[in-house]
């Protein structure tokens, strides 16, 4: 019998009316596991409506409730994680230590959102004016929009409902078709902790539900994670339709490497974030900058630890799962014969490796690539797989300029021990995530995340302050108690005194 991945509307699974579906793999078999249901304009009209019907009661509830349900949430997170991590290697493949690692940033976030009732704090004046008070109050935007991408089924999905929520909006999420049940139990999760209905609703689907939530007119804010083109056509689609919009776009990150560096250090920091997911994060290492002699010393340390990685089924103790599709997996891989094209060197090459795991899986393993041209479309693409490309520079100056000249500006980081040039580095680079000796700079919960250029459309990045600011807005207040001496008509602007 096959089974369905179903929408949560007011607190309910539903089936909702449309007929399409799209299967659902595990990457480590390749077998269809479940066929997710692709949600009508009628689907997300529903799950609107119930946003809509739920939104004023949930603005109204108080912080201490709002708060004491968050509390819930978090420790029922904690509780079962291992449940959700589970969902995320079957469905995703990624593997279980780094499932568990994506559900603990998640809950960061809702552990930041507790502390609402101090953050959602407004701004108070007293005799701003003789006898005049002014305050800033925090209200939240209505009812937002989120659309999330296959990579961190969890954990990006958990860096904006739970700061929409926490502010008091209503929300109606569409995670990636590609992985989508962990979203469910989510939801479900949320629910158990005391939310009421129709405050997180979920319809799954493809561009039908995507496009129409863009457009729906009880939609006030929209936060978007997927590819750069996707990125682009929702910040300017939600835009024309007068929607605020947070659209986070793909990325190719670069790590600069200087020959003071620890290159024990440096080999390991360029696996893990190389490889860490199948290269499937937004913030993974895709190119190491190595300045002069760096990459003639580093590249036999990085093969050995290449050598050492267990490549396989996620849920075998393995350092590294499958990709998401096979199409996907093809088309990492392809990059290899255009590698070969182009005159690079693949030192190490990931197709046809022994792995632990079925073999009809989408298996690619680690993949090494030296001399990359900045000409070529294994450096110009974001390749999002466990591809890592050595573009060899012959001064500091070279390898930032280089970042700086890449579209994209998520994330980046310089390995050195030289305070100056990781200074100059962090003060000159056009990206907006740094890591100074830390390859995967995420920032935590209480500070925001984003990337510059093409890797982020719009002004307020996720969670954090930023987070809070997106989903709120600010009601400025001037009141004035009458006393016995008003001043009586007077038609000039008004003036303090
Ligand atoms: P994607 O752009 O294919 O899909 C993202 C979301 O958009 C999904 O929910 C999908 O259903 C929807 N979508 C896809 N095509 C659409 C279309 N034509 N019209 C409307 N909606 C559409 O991205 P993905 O493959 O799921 O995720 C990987 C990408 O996400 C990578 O580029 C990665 O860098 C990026 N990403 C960025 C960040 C960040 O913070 N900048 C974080 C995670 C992932």
Redesign the pocket.
């Known amino acids: 019998m096959t089974e369905y991945v179903n929408h949560w509307i007011n607190n309910t699974t539903v089936e909702g009316n449309s007929d399409r579906t799209a299967p659902v793999y595990n990457p480590a078999t390749g077998k269809v596991t479940k066929e997710v249901r692709l949600g009508s304009v009628d689907d997300v009209n529903a799950a609107v409506a119930a946003a809509k019907a739920a939104q004023h009661g949930w603005a109204e509830t108080s912080l201490a409730k709002r708060q004491a349900i968050l509390f819930n949430y978090r420790n029922l997170l904690v509780e079962r994680r291992e449940a959700l991590a589970a969902i995320l290697t079957s469905e995703h493949g990624k593997v279980i230590s780094d499932a568990l690692g994506e559900i603990a940033r998640g809950i960061e976030v809702v552990e930041y959102v507790t502390g609402a009732p101090e953050l959602l704090k407004g701004q108070y004046t007293e005799n701003a004016s003789t006898g005049v008070d002014v305050y800033t109050s925090r209200e939240p935007v209505g009812i937002v929009g989120i659309?999330?991408?296959?990579?961190?089924p969890a954990m990006?999905p958990l860096w904006f409902f739970p700061v929409a929520i926490a502010a008091g909006n209503t929300v109606v999420l569409?995670?990636?078709?590609?992985d989508p049940s962990a979203v469910n139990f989510l939801a479900e999760l949320f629910a158990e902790a005391g939310l009421p209905e129709g405050v997180l609703n979920v319809v799954h689907g493809?561009?039908v539900a995507?496009?129409t939530i863009l457009e729906h007119e009880d939609i006030s804010a929209i936060s978007?994670?997927?590819?750069?083109p996707?990125a682009r056509?929702i910040y300017e689609n939600a835009s024309k339709a007068g929607k605020r919009v947070q659209a986070?776009?793909?990325?190719k990150n670069h790590m600069l490497v200087l020959p003071d560096a620890d290159l024990d250090l440096v080999a390991d920091s360029a696996v893990n974030a190389g490889f860490g997911s199948a290269g499937e994060r937004?913030m993974a290492i895709s190119v190491l900058v190595a300045v002069g002699p760096v990459a003639d010393a580093l590249i036999p340390k990085i093969t050995e630890r290449m050598k050492a990685l267990k490549v396989g089924d996620g849920t075998r103790g393995c350092d590294m799962g499958p990709l998401i599709t096979r199409e996907h997996r093809d088309k990492v891989a392809s990059y290899l014969d255009i590698a070969e094209a182009d005159g690079a060197t693949v030192v190490v090459d990931g197709r046809g490796q022994e792995v632990d795991g079925e073999a009809d899986g989408f298996w690619l393993s680690p993949t090494l690539i030296d001399n990359v041209s900045t000409d070529s479309k294994v450096y110009q693409d974001?390749i999002?797989g466990p591809v890592l490309s050595i573009v060899r520079v012959e001064t500091f100056n070279e390898g930032i300029e280089l970042i700086n000249a890449s579209p994209y500006g998520?994330g980046t980081a310089i390995f050195t021990n030289d305070g100056g040039a990781a200074r100059e580095f962090q003060r000159n680079v056009t990206v907006g995530m740094v890591g100074i000796n830390v390859p995967i700079p995420v920032p935590v919960a209480y500070h925001s995340?984003g990337?510059w250029k093409a890797?982020?459309f719009g002004d307020a990045r996720?969670y954090g302050p930023e987070g809070l600011a997106f989903f709120t807005r600010t009601k400025a207040v001037t009141r004035r108690w009458l006393d016995p001496s008003h001043g009586g008509i007077n038609l000039g602007f008004p003036q303090h005194d």
Do not use: L
């Open positions: 659309i999330s991408p296959f990579n961190f990006v569409k995670p990636s078709e590609k493809d561009k995507v496009d978007f994670v997927g590819s750069t996707i056509y986070f776009g793909g990325a937004c974001e999002f998520n995340f990337g890797s982020h996720a």
